[in-house]
Nanobody, 125 residues
Framework: QVQLVESGGGLVQAGGSLRLSCAAS????????MAWFRQAPGKEREFVAA????????YTDSLKGRFTISRDNAKSTVYLQMNSLKPAEDTAVYYC??????????????????WGQGTQVTVSS
């Protein structure tokens, strides 16, 4: 049974940083692309970042330079380092997602089969 468990969310002041973690179990981690999505109240879920097993990375353009995705295959964990956080833009529930496959990671949520329960990130002004 595939399980993705996110952690690291919370309340942070504008300009601060957070690191989200997502621990995967029930999968051969090296065979999966991993991604982060986020969803703010009243908005659609949006792509944040993705990483392949060989660490090919993709980001939504507006977040390049502030967010960094990484993975530790030995720990079956993917991370999202978030810096210079902004209240309106970055406050959301952040979801970890996984899909079987190699190559350049996908950015569409419909391509991902497995999802975590989400972790809330709130940025105060």
């Amino acid at each position: 049974q595939v399980q993705l468990v996110e952690s690291g969310g919370g309340l942070v002041q504008a300009g601060g940083s957070l690191r989200l973690s997502c621990a995967a179990s029930g999968v051969t981690f090296m065979s999966y692309q991993m991604a982060w999505f986020r969803q703010a109240p009243g908005k659609e879920r949006e792509f944040v970042a993705a990483v392949s097993a060989s660490s090919i990375k993709r980001y939504t353009d507006s977040l390049k330079g502030r967010f960094t995705i990484s993975r530790d295959n030995a720990k079956s964990t993917v991370y999202l380092q978030m810096n210079s956080l902004k209240p309106a833009e970055d406050t959301a529930v952040y979801y970890c997602a996984a899909r079987y496959g190699s190559g350049v990671p996908q950015t569409s949520s419909t391509q991902y089969n497995f999802w975590g329960q989400g972790t809330q990130v709130t940025v105060s002004s």
